[in-house]
């Protein structure tokens, strides 16, 4: 199919741009890197991708086609501004709203019972009192359930942080229906996962948007729609989509974020009750900045594992980390050897490592012996790149670890840690 030509359609553009603004985007590409890996733009010459009109659509359509673009994400996230690199990566003070949403994982010959489970899901929200403000979207593999920012109310927001409100309102709804998915599950014969994905860089397809491999469009319908909705909605040349994901009623969910919140704490959370609140995370990351002027023993062995990568990969496109341990070390070698190499100031280094370090890498399912050694390997190099700061002094660093990594080095460091 003409990918450009279905983006320029007029329907798909007003969805789209409108969907799409004051969310940081993510462009997925046909056009592969030379390791095969399919090509995710988020940011152009150095600008977070945003887009503010029609228009602006266009014109990345534009600038990208060399590249063949072909899917489209918004962030969870909605920023105050996204000008710069700096902007896109503030969590804590650049967000004002923050979408809530539940990821069905399924697969396309499972649709029946995925329905089921959303439906469970909507009539929860809905004997809570949220029920104009929440629409669905079929993505081609599973669903997603949203809330619309906006049916939490600024007050709420100045209260609780909008990662916090997204976080906790999710994952208390997940506790409340979970056995009921289970029960699908059985029926259906199916293993359908339905994930509290609220982490900080979250995105999700935009309505409208072409799957990234299937010939089918990302459409937006609304509850009442559930019991009708049937898998040929998703055809390209005659998709049915419901433009109303557009409604909400301010403040529907604050009585049910704030029950949440009070329930499940800020994001991260451990995995079992009784749960532990955390602090705020902007307190969290001033922490642990405190911490990293710490000294570090000599006898932290553990960074040795850490070589100068010369070729790092990109950051643009960001890191699936939840399929492979190892890849958590290669990223942080790549943060480091951005930073060594200029395209990271120093406080952009920081803020990645010690937003993995706390955020990211404690909600991977990972063996718990291997995260906990991850986590101390994030902070302890934190510590020396604190302290060493210069550029120079941090590859002098890396380089005294030897040569390049190898895939042998990784895989023992691995082994050791999951025996230990």
Known sequence: MDVLNYYRRTIVLKEISEFLADRWIAVHCMLKLKDGRPMLIRYIRNKPLRVLSQADFLEILKKLAPLKPRTFYGSANLYKRLERREDALNYLENIYARTPTWDIDSRPEWWRATLEVARVIVNFLERKGIARSVYLKWSGRGLHIHVHEHAISEDVYSKVHPIDVAYSLVDYVLTKVRSKINEINIKYSTSIKVENLMDP???FTAPLSLHRKLDVV???FKPEEIDDFEPSWTQPGNFRHNPRWREYDKGEADELVLKAYRSIGPYPKPGARPRRKHPPLDVQIRKFLEEAAQPVPEHEAILDILKYNPNPAPLTEGRNLRKDSRQAIVFLEDVISHY?????????MVQIISHYKRLVL???DYPE??????IELYGSALKVVTQLRKPSKVKAWLLSH???????SIDKFMKEEENS
């Open 402 to 408: 030897g040569p390049p990594r190898s895939s042998e």
């Open 362 to 364: 404690p909600a991977l």
């Open 218 to 220: 990302c459409v937006a």
């Open 201 to 203: 860089q979250r995105v």
């Open 340 to 348: 060594i190499q200029g395209r990271l100031s120093f406080e952009e």
């Open 369 to 374: 012996d291997v995260k906990r050694n991850l």
